[in-house]
T-cell receptor, first 115, second 117 residues
Framework: AQSVAQPEDQVNVAEGNPLTVKCTYSVSGNPYLFWYVQYPNRGLQFLLKYITGDNLVKGSYGFEAEFNKSQTSFHLKKPSALVSDSALYFCAVRDSTGTASKLTFGTGTRLQVTL | GAGVSQTPSNKVTEKGKYVELRCDPISGHTALYWYRQSLGQGPEFLIYFQGTGAADDSGLPNDRFFAVRPEGSVSTLKIQRTERGDSAVYLC???????????????FGPGTRLTVL
């Protein structure tokens, strides 16, 4: 079975400071990893993904994430946070083998960026 | 282009009633997924269609839940004899056909908030 852990319910950061939202995963085989963002009363918006290749992946709105196989982690990062980044962030994983396509999500981390 | 659309955006029903939730995927996307998001939780997988057929329905919680996609485009999630525990946001996502570049990325609609009184 595949699973995702987001150990922090909320992350608080001041605007202009770097931010990190943590994610660890468990999956059979090689993982496909994703980050999505959810704004109030909106659906999930795709931010970035790791499929293969470079461990550092860059996505939308200046976000990036680093895949670490030995630590089974895929932490989301941004060098300089904006107030508009405040939202709910979800990490997700799927197995790269076979045709199974379902995503397994973490419970989400609320990012609060203050002035 | 247009994204995934879902109707209605909100649905309030009484316990025991039947409801239908509709999803219209991104044009050209052959894969369609349903997820359920309860308050304070991440989305949980319900069912996955590849074309008209359900390729994986392992997430459907019980036989009160059923989904169809008769023409390989629009999908309807049907819930019979609704219970208060069915209250949640039901999310639909679509993606390109497996094997296509970018097929691994699922794009989500805004969801339908279902409230069972």
């Amino acid at each position: 079975a595949q699973s995702v852990a987001q150990p922090e319910d909320q992350v608080n950061v001041a605007e202009g400071n770097p931010l990190t939202v943590k994610c660890t995963y468990s999956v059979s085989g090689n993982p496909y990893l994703f980050w999505y963002v959810q704004y109030p009363n909106r659906g999930l918006q795709f931010l970035l993904k790791y499929i293969t290749g470079d461990n550092l992946v860059k996505g939308s709105y200046g976000f990036e994430a680093e895949f670490n196989k030995s630590q089974t982690s895929f932490h989301l990062k941004k060098p300089s946070a904006l107030v508009s980044d405040s939202a709910l962030y979800f990490c997700a994983v799927r197995d790269s083998t076979g045709t199974a396509s379902k995503l397994t999500f973490g419970t989400g981390t609320r990012l609060q960026v203050t002035l | 282009g247009a994204g995934v659309s879902q109707t209605p955006s909100n649905k309030v029903t009484e316990k025991g009633k039947y409801v239908e939730l509709r999803c219209d995927p991104i044009s050209g996307h052959t894969a369609l997924y349903w997820y359920r998001q309860s308050l304070g939780q991440g989305p949980e997988f319900l069912i996955y269609f590849q074309g008209t057929g359900a390729a994986d329905d392992s997430g459907l919680p019980n036989d009160r839940f059923f989904a169809v996609r008769p023409e390989g485009s629009v999908s309807t999630l049907k819930i019979q004899r609704t219970e208060r525990g069915d209250s949640a946001v039901y999310l639909c996502a679509s993606s390109l056909q497996p094997g296509h570049l970018g097929a691994d990325t699922q794009y989500f609609g805004p969801g339908t908030r279902l409230t069972v009184l």
